[in-house]
């Protein structure tokens, strides 16, 4: 099993006694599940929010664009 790149201590990589489940503990264990759970979280409710405001964006525009159409269509059977 190859130790992984960019993180861990230097005994853990060099050690050749490292077993693999003291080697994927400590990734675990540096991996801090929690704190990335809690900006994962965080992320989730902002694209929540932006998906809602887009929604709420495209509908207006979708009103306007055919308040438009209805105003080109009115003016130009008067004519």
Do not use: Y
Not at 12 to 30: A, G, I, M
Not at 43 to 61: A, C, D, F, P, T
């Amino acid at each position: 099993m190859e130790a992984r790149e960019g993180g861990g201590s230097e005994g853990e990589k060099s050690s050749p006694t490292s077993s693999p489940v003291s080697l994927v503990s400590n990734f675990w264990k540096d991996f801090r599940l929690e704190e990335e759970k809690s900006v994962l979280d965080e992320q989730g409710l902002r694209i929540g929010e932006n998906q809602e405001n887009s929604q709420k964006n495209r509908r207006k525009l979708a009103e306007s664009t055919r308040g438009i159409f209805l105003c080109q269509l009115i003016g130009k059977s008067v004519h």
